[in-house]
């Protein structure tokens, strides 16, 4: 084959040319062209809104190529280590529009799709089925930080399973969520490529038995009574105008072809099918459970599935490029995004002792020098345990395997502490209180290098509250890595306007270096300066005026104030303390005591889990006051009530920009992050917040002048909790929050029925767990001072811009620097590009 060209050359027409040159519109144009007759079958002249998305996303996609297979190229030929990035979700959103964006040519894509009778790039874009694959903030995290890797060119991998089915599609009718099948396959996604070619076996059941190997050496092994086969997806993750690109590598289970063959010898079709059917049910679904917990066997297949598939990958790539097994904690680091692959620790000692035949001590020290886990929850319902019974039939050997992992880990336990039994109970893998269980986070604290919380609190907490005697035990393995979100995603995409206004102003890097955006503090106090500032905020928040008019029906006033509160519906996070303040708003508006109340549109907008009742009730009853609120004439336009249906990442991409306030006002120490509240700080929306999660590091670096406080600490509620807490004498001293209550009683909510919202009542009004009543009054009063700052615009848009420029270390670029230094130990790794490729 020929010489390497100069690969940093811009060479007309070839795809592989460095980020930008031979992508002008005449190519982009040219592709989209090939791509409607070649690939799709269509001619431009009858070509739908859709094809032409599917066509303009094939001719980008053809252009991530070469830096996809280049990336994989420059770590084959200079191998160094790989992260391997384990997740049961991905919520990575549309793809055309940030891969537009990490290419450089949105401007060509704008000018290609004009050439077709579009007239905005936005038509297209629109068209994109989101891939819902995750629940919430765990799944969007692992997005950003693929991003963040890519755009930092450090070599990874994401692996994690291709639900057929994503989270559900959310409808309110009548007031209530109703669940409809995410079908985001249905129309074609042209953003994956299936590779057969690599797929993988995972077995389930059946029994291990003890054999003599051939060297007289006794073993055991594992006898399936069930297989998958795994087949790989990959998705190409571009970084920011470089030439890496890493991947996604998510699983979709098939059946086996043996099965069926053997069946149908024996006349048993239809048993076949139903085997097929159940092999592939693996992938089929993703759970919608956001923090809790439900024990499921198809789930705990679904885990292992995934990690043995992607284990195996990693093991067959060293072999492949021909690097000795027992090096594989140099060329992977396998981070576990939470318990959900937690199986991981055991899956690959499996691999090692049974399949490559390595001694117990070799195995275990190749495991923990590669695994790291990081903790995201320490909500109890959260904490993943197995029932021994099904956790044995289903992973029999993976069982014995964990038995022979704490019979060593409680036998150094007993040597620290002589003794001391129950210390040995508290950090047994195997929970002996009541129903025998297989305790995953211990599973992972134990065959983890490093385990990390995700804000700093939480990570204190972690030691402090969750695993004390693991931290005492192993002080050095705890830290704490604060999350962190893309701002590619979060300001370049969601928020066009402010992004041009801050190429101007600060020069086009803060978008890979957040940091830069300290320089807007020099303009805190030029009006000029501030009212451009504020005008990106206006024209976001006039777009997703409309928005909410066409899906709701609602007409909103886009110089209202905008309160936005979009995250799963859970009672810790306490949507229902919101709507009670409104319920007191509008009481004050009704009894014509405040007339000094701004003009307020309060915006609700997440999913519940499907089996939560009380976080639908809480749905049913925003619901409720938004119909109360915005049918009265009274209110006149000082108050509106919204909750936007079905929010997922596009929708978040309308929101974030469009907000000037942000509800982050979970119970002190419930939220373990939180990075919805990053996305509204970078976007210049003032925070009213509790000491919650990562709350607690925006308040210390945008300034606690510009953050608005309230609430028990974490340690406060603690107290109260140790101190039987009474909602009822917080109700009785304060008037505004009785009359609130009563209201809601008596049924003005819910045209007359007294019944509806009683579950509600009662549990803030009994022994709430999540302390709604204790912090409302302080609520309601930080509220009237964001009424007040409100009222002095230039104040507010001053503290809005001194969250833009001071929310920089909450680029997901930091997290993955991090990351990379103290728990992985990788190196980015350069990608060369060569035209040969082609
Ligand atoms: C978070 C979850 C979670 N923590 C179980 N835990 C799940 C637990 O399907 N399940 O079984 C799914 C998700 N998700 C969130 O992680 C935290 O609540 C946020 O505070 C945090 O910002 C986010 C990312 O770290």
């Known amino acids: 084959s020929s010489q390497p060209k100069d690969l940093r050359l811009p060479t007309p027409g070839c795809y592989a040319d460095p980020i930008k040159a031979g992508i002008d519109a005449d190519a982009v144009f040219d592709g989209m062209t090939e791509h409607l007759f070649f690939s799709l079958g269509k001619l431009a002249t009858t070509a739908s809104l859709r094809d032409l998305y599917m066509a303009l996303s094939y001719a980008v996609r053809d252009r991530l190529m070469t830096r996809y297979l280049a990336s994989q190229e420059a770590i084959r030929a200079k191998p160094q280590k790989t992260v391997a990035y384990l997740s049961a979700e991905f919520l990575i959103g549309p793809q055309l529009n940030n891969n537009l964006l990490n290419l450089g040519i949105t401007k060509e894509a704008e000018e290609a799709v004009g050439r077709f009778g579009i007239e905005s790039l936005s038509h297209i874009l629109e068209v994109e089925e989101e891939p819902g694959l995750g629940n919430g903030g765990l799944g969007r995290l692992a997005a950003c930080y693929m991003e963040s890797l890519a755009s930092l060119q450090v070599p990874a991998i994401g692996y994690g399973i291709r639900y057929e089915f994503g989270i559900f599609n959310q409808l309110i009718r009548d007031g209530w969520q109703v669940e409809v099948t995410d079908k985001w396959l249905k129309g074609g996604w042209p953003w994956e490529l299936p590779q057969p070619d690599e797929s993988c076996f995972v077995g389930f059941g059946g029994r291990t038995e003890s054999y003599v190997d051939e060297k007289g050496k006794y073993r055991s092994r594992w006898i399936p009574s069930e297989h998958a086969i795994g087949v790989p997806h990959d998705i190409p993750i571009l970084g920011y105008r470089v030439n890496n690109c890493d991947r996604l590598r998510l699983w979709r289970a098939d059946a086996t072809e043996s099965f069926d063959f053997y069946a149908f ?71 576990l995004n939470d318990t959900h692959p937690a199986i991981a620790v055991a899956e690959l000692m499996r691999l090692l002792i049974d399949h490559y035949h390595f001694e117990w001590e070799k195995a275990w020290h190749i495991t923990t020098s590669s695994v790291a886990y990081t903790n995201h929850t320490l909500l109890p319902e959260a904490l993943e345990k197995w029932d021994l019974d099904l956790f044995s039939s289903l992973l029999p050997r993976h069982l014995d395997l ?276 990053m996305k509204f700080a970078m976007n210049g929306a003032l925070t009213i917040g509790t000491l919650d999660g990562a709350n607690i590091e925006i308040r210390d670096r945008v300034g606690s002048e510009n953050f608005f406080l309230f609430g028990k600490t974490e340690s406060e509620i603690v107290e109260l909790r140790e101190n039987q807490y009474d909602p009822k004498t917080y109700i009785s001293n304060c008037k505004e929050l009785s009359e609130a209550l009563r209201l809601v009683e008596v049924g003005h909510f819910s045209n007359g029925d007294s019944e509806l919202f009683l579950p509600l009542i009662n549990s803030l009004t009994g022994s709430d767990p999540f302390f709604v009543m204790a912090d409302f009054a302080d609520y309601l009063r930080a509220q009237d001072e964001v009424n007040k700052v409100w009222k002095n615009p230039q104040k507010w848009n001053r503290m809005a811009l001194l969250n833009t420029a001071r929310s920089g270390f909450f680029s997901s670029d930091r997290s993955i620097k991090e990351y990379c230094k103290s728990i992985w130990k990788v190196k980015p790794l350069d990608v060369e590009i060569s035209c040969d490729i082609n």
């Not at 705990?300 to 599935?305: A, I, N, P, R, V």
């Not at 500032?533 to 928005?547: I, M, Q, V």
């Not at 939560?612 to 108050?639: E, Q, S, T």
Request: hydrophobic residues 40%; neutral net charge.
């Open 265 to 335: 010898n024996i006349g048993d079709y239809y048993g076949a099918v139903e085997e097929k059917v159940a092999s592939e049910t693996i992938s089929k679904v993703l759970y919608p459970n956001d923090g809790t917990d439900e024990g499921r066997r198809l789930r705990l297949k679904q885990q292992h599935f995934f990690v043995s598939c992607s284990l195996q990958d990693m093991l067959r790539s060293l072999e492949k490029r021909g690097i000795e097994v027992e090096d594989f904690s140099e060329h992977w680091t396998v981070q």
């Open 402 to 677: 964990i038995y022979e992992i704490n019979k060593r880990f409680l036998q150094q336990v007993r040597l620290r502490y002589p003794g001391n039994d129950l210390i040995l109970r508290k950090l047994s893998i195997i929970d002996e209180d009541g129903c025998k269980a297989v305790r995953m986070a211990h599973l992972a604290t134990i065959g983890a290098h490093h385990v990390n919380g995700v804000a700093a609190l939480h990570s204190d907490l972690i030691k402090r509250q969750l695993m004390p005697e693991f931290a005492e035990l192993w002080p050095e393995k705890f830290t704490n890595i604060t999350n962190g979100v893309t701002p590619r995603r979060w300001v370049g995409l969601a928020n066009p306007e402010l992004s041009s206004l801050l190429d101007k102003e600060v020069g086009k890097d803060w978008i890979t270096n957040m940091e830069l955006l300290k320089k807007l503090e020099q303009k805190e106090n030029d009006s000029g300066f501030l009212e451009l500032f504020s005008k990106t905020k206006l024209s976001g928040k006039r777009k997703l005026a409309g928005y909410i008019h066409r899906q709701t029906g609602v007409l909103v006033d886009p110089s209202s104030l905008f309160d936005v509160q979009v995250k799963r519906i859970h009672q810790y996070k306490r949507q229902h303390l919101n709507a009670l303040q409104v319920i007191a708003q509008y009481l004050r508006i009704k009894n014509g005591v405040d007339q000094d109340i701004a003009p307020r549109t309060v915006i609700f907008g997440g999913k519940a889990a499907p089996g939560y009742f009380m976080a639908k009730l809480m749905i049913r009853f925003i619901n409720g006051i938004a119909d109360v609120v915005n049918a009265d004439p009274d209110m006149d336009g000082r108050l509106r009530v919204v909750f936007l249906p079905d929010y997922n990442v596009k929708l978040g991409e309308q929101v974030y920009s469009a907000t000037d306030l942000s509800e982050q006002i979970s119970t002190a120490g419930k939220e373990a992050s939180g990075t919805g509240n």
